[in-house]
Structures are given as C-alpha cells and as structure tokens.
C-alpha cells in the first residue's frame, strides 16, 4: 500500500461548528479510509491556509480519489489536495530507476 499526505481546507462555516462544538476530527473520519481499505494513520491540525494535515496509507489511487470526492460532495471542504509520499528508501530506489533512463531535453 501506498502513504499519502491529504491537506484539506474546511469552509469556514465547518470551522464555526467545530468552534461550538470541538470534537476529535480523527475519529470521525478514520472510518472513510477503512471503508476502501486503508487505514488513516495522523490526523494534525494545522495553522495557515491548510485546516488538517492527514496521513494514510491506501491501496491505490482510485482509493485516494473516492475519499477526495466523498469529501468534496460533503460541502465541509473548500480544498483537498492530495500527494503520494514515499519514504527515504523508496526515494533512492526512485533514483537509481531514474539514473538508466535517457532522455533528450526539448530544444537539445
């Protein structure tokens, strides 16, 4: 399985609600990555223009894109962006991969 960190923006209304009502964000939406499979390992809250930070790890892509799209039909987010993170032994093999591959850049 593969990791991904999810960087989600709530809408400020979401923000309002969680401010009358504080609850634990994780537990609530654990339960989605179980659904298709994969398990949601950090929920972090964060300060800026990202509302949460969460790390999962999930079987594949169409996994990533079914929660994203849950999400979004919720009206709870204004963003979700989505990125596949690797660890530091995944990266090196990434790069030997890459050091046999030729490529002619444009104009070259």
Do not use: F, W
Request: charge should be negative; proline fraction near 6%; glycine fraction near 6%.
């Amino acid at each position: 399985m593969a990791k991904y960190m999810i960087q989600v923006d709530a809408a400020p209304d979401i923000i309002v609600g969680l401010l009358k009502n504080p609850e634990d964000r994780h537990a609530a939406v654990a339960p989605l990555y179980e659904a298709v499979g994969g398990t949601l390992e950090h929920y972090y809250m964060v300060e800026g223009g990202t509302s949460a930070i969460l790390i999962a790890e999930l079987p594949d892509d169409v996994s990533v894109s079914t929660i994203s799209m849950a999400l979004y039909a919720s009206g709870s987010l204004k963003d979700v962006k989505t990125t596949r993170i690797m660890t530091s032994a995944d990266a090196v093999a990434v790069m030997e991969k890459a050091a046999t591959l030729a490529y002619r850049p444009p104009s070259a």
